[in-house]
C-alpha cells in the first residue's frame, strides 16, 4: 500500500506520497499545490491573485495540468488555464537540520514547457539532502500580452509575476517540508535562465533567494524583450475578430476565446520576415508601458541590472558549447533560413539603428565576414551559421551580464561554467532536434544530467561517463545551493574559482567536458567581436 504524509502549508493542509527514486532514494511527492487563483474569466491576462486558503486537505499526491501550450515533441497542444500549481520534492520532513532548498524555473522560450516530471524529475538531484521545488507559469499570450491602456489592468509579465508569487509562497512554506527558507538557491534553464536574472535585477523578487544559478539564458539576451508589434491585435484577428472597436472590445473577444485556439493562433504570428530577425516568439517579456505597484520591468533591462539587488549574491552562469544547434532542425527544413541569410537581419536590435544605416550596413558586413569569410552563407556552411547562432541566440547575452555583474561594486562570486560533455546518447534534446547522427552541444543538453527525464528509460551504468557527469552536475550544484561554492570531489583535480574583477583578460570558465578542468573561455575572441558593435554604455 503506498504510504502517504499530511504537511500543513500556510494555505492549509496537503497530502503528499512517498516514492522510490530511479537511484533508489526514498522522497516524499506534493504535486499540484495551488499558488496563486486560477487565471480563468476577468482574471485572463491579468496579474496574478493569491490562492484561496482551503480547510480540507488537499490530494497532492497526482502530477497537475500545464498550462495552455504546445507541446512540440508530442506536437499537441495540451493544458489548462487553472494550472498555477508548485511541486515539492523532499526526502524528509523533520530533518536535524533545515536543508537547502532548491527552486526551478522551467524553460521553453515563455511560450512552452511545464514543470511535469516527464522533463524534470528530481531523482538525481535527490541524492542530496535538499528541498527541491518546480512551479507552472502561464505562457504565450496567457501569460505575457501587454496592453498600455492603463484601465485594461494588462501592462504584461504576468507569467513572471506568477513566478514571483510561487517563489514567495516557496519561502513562506519551504519549513514544512524540511526546507531552510534562509538558504534558497533560484536556477533555471534557457527562457528559466533569462527568468532567474530578470528576479535578480527586478525589485519584486528583492531578497526572495540567496543564491542563482543561469543556465543558457539571461536578461541581457537578444531575445529577453519582446519587441512591440502589435501582438495582441493581430493574434485577435487571426482568432476572427474584425478588427473593429477599441482594446477593451478586443480584451472581451479574447477573453472567451478557447485558450487552444489561442495557443494554436499565437504559434504562426511571427512572419517569416519577423524570424529572419531572429524574433523567435510573439508573447514574452516587456517593458511595462506604465508603471504601478507590482511592476516587474519598468525599464531597459539593461539600466535595471546597473541596480541589481541580487550585486552581492553568489552567482553560477553559464552555457552549453554549441548552443547554436537549437537552430539546426528549422536549417534542415528550411535551408533558405541559412542558404538566403541576410547579416543586415542578424544587426542587434538593442542598437536601435535604421537597417538602411551606414553604421548597421557596416556591422552586418563585419558579422558575415566574421562568420563566413569569403564565402556565402548556405548549407555548406551550415557549421559556421550554428556558431553563429550560439553566439548571437546565447552566448554574448550570458558575456554582457557577466560584464555588467563584474563593473559594479561589491560583487558577489561569479562562477562561469561551459558545459562541452558529448554524449552520442544521452544528450537527449540535441538527438531528439537533430538525429543521432549529428554531434556536440546542444541547447538544453545539460538538462539531461540534473534532471531525469521520460527519454532515458534507465540510469546510465555507474561507470559510464554519462554517469560520472551526472554526479558532477547534481553535486557541483547542490554544494553551491549548500555552501555558496559548487567544488566538490568529483571535479577533482579541477578546482573552479571565481571570475576575478578584470574583465580586460579573457574569463576563466570551468569546461565540463568528459574531463573537467578550468580554462580561458574558448569562445572569448567571438565575445569581443560581438562587444565592438556596441558603445561602453550600450554594452553593460
Not at 66 to 74: D, W
Not at 168 to 189: M, S, V, Y
Not at 362 to 375: D, L, M, R
Amino acid at each position: 500500500m503506498e504510504e502517504t504524509i499530511i504537511v500543513q502549508t500556510t494555505l492549509g493542509p496537503v497530502k503528499g506520497i512517498k516514492k522510490i527514486s530511479a537511484l533508489n532514494n526514498e522522497y516524499f511527492s506534493f504535486q499540484a499545490i495551488p499558488y496563486a487563483k486560477p487565471p480563468v474569466g476577468d482574471l485572463r491576462f491579468r496579474d496574478p491573485k493569491p490562492a484561496e486558503p482551503w480547510k480540507d486537505v488537499l490530494n497532492a499526491t497526482q502530477q497537475g495540468p500545464c498550462c495552455p501550450a504546445k507541446n512540440n515533441m508530442l506536437n499537441v497542444i495540451h493544458g489548462e488555464e487553472d494550472c498555477l500549481h508548485i511541486n515539492v520534492f523532499t526526502k524528509s520532513l523533520n530533518p536535524n537540520k533545515l536543508v537547502p532548498v532548491m527552486i526551478y524555473i522551467h524553460g521553453g522560450a515563455f511560450m512552452r514547457g511545464s514543470s511535469g516530471i516527464e522533463m524534470y524529475g528530481p531523482d538525481f538531484l535527490l541524492q542530496r539532502d535538499i528541498v527541491l521545488f518546480t512551479f507552472n507559469y502561464r505562457l504565450g499570450a496567457f501569460g505575457f500580452l501587454s496592453l498600455d491602456d492603463r484601465s485594461l489592468e494588462i501592462p504584461g509579465n504576468a507569467g513572471l509575476k506568477d513566478q514571483s508569487m510561487a517563489i514567495r509562497w516557496c519561502k513562506a512554506n519551504a519549513a514544512f517540508f524540511g526546507g531552510d527558507p534562509q538558504n534558497i538557491t533560484l536556477f533555471g534553464e534557457s527562457a528559466g535562465g533569462c527568468s532567474v536574472h530578470y528576479h535578480m535585477i527586478s525589485n519584486q523578487s528583492r531578497e526572495l533567494f540567496h543564491k542563482a544559478i543561469v543556465q543558457s539564458g539571461t536578461a541581457l539576451n537578444s531575445w529577453s524583450v519582446v519587441p512591440e508589434r502589435s501582438w495582441a491585435k493581430r493574434l485577435a484577428i487571426t482568432l476572427g475578430w474584425s478588427g473593429n472597436g477599441d482594446n477593451r472590445d478586443m480584451i472581451e473577444f479574447l477573453r472567451k476565446a478557447d485558450p487552444k485556439s489561442i495557443v494554436k493562433a499565437q504559434e504562426g504570428l511571427v512572419t517569416i520576415q519577423e524570424r529572419k530577425e531572429k524574433i523567435l516568439f510573439p508573447f514574452g517579456p516587456v517593458i511595462e508601458p506604465y508603471v504601478i505597484s507590482g511592476c516587474f520591468i519598468p525599464r531597459d533591462p539593461l539600466e535595471m541590472c546597473r541596480e541589481a539587488w541580487s550585486q552581492s549574491i553568489p552567482v553560477i552562469i553559464g552555457g552549453v558549447s554549441e548552443e547554436g544547434l537549437f537552430s539546426y532542425r528549422e536549417a534542415i527544413d528550411y535551408p533558405d533560413t541559412v542558404n538566403q541569410l541576410r547579416c543586415e537581419n542578424l544587426v542587434p536590435l538593442d542598437l536601435n539603428l535604421d537597417p538602411k544605416d551606414e553604421k548597421s550596413l557596416t556591422i552586418a558586413n563585419n558579422i558575415k565576414k566574421f562568420y563566413f569569410g569569403e564565402q556565402e552563407p548556405s548549407m555548406e556552411t551550415l557549421n559556421e551559421y550554428i556558431m553563429l547562432m550560439t553566439d548571437k541566440l546565447f552566448w554574448h547575452g550570458i558575456h554582457r551580464t557577466i560584464l555588467s555583474r563584474l563593473s559594479l561594486p561589491e560583487s558577489g562570486p561569479t562562477f562561469y561554467y561551459r558545459f562541452n560533455f558529448d554524449s552520442p546518447t544521452f544528450n537527449h534534446y540535441r538527438v531528439l532536434m537533430c538525429g543521432k547522427t549529428v554531434r556536440g552541444v546542444c541547447h538544453a543538453d545539460d538538462l539531461s544530467y540534473i534532471f531525469k527525464n521520460a527519454i532515458s528509460k534507465e540510469v546510465p551504468e555507474a561507470t559510464s561517463a554519462e554517469f560520472k557527469t551526472i554526479q558532477r552536475m547534481v553535486n557541483m550544484w547542490v554544494n553551491f545551493a549548500t555552501n555558496s561554492d559548487p567544488n566538490c570531489e568529483e571535479i577533482k583535480p579541477a578546482i573552479w574559482h571565481p571570475l576575478s574583477q578584470d574583465t580586460t583578460k579573457p574569463f576563466q570558465c570551468l569546461n565540463i567536458a568528459e574531463e573537467v578542468k578550468e580554462t580561458a573561455l574558448p569562445e572569448w575572441q567571438r565575445m569581443k567581436f560581438w562587444d565592438t558593435m556596441y558603445s561602453r554604455n550600450q554594452l553593460y
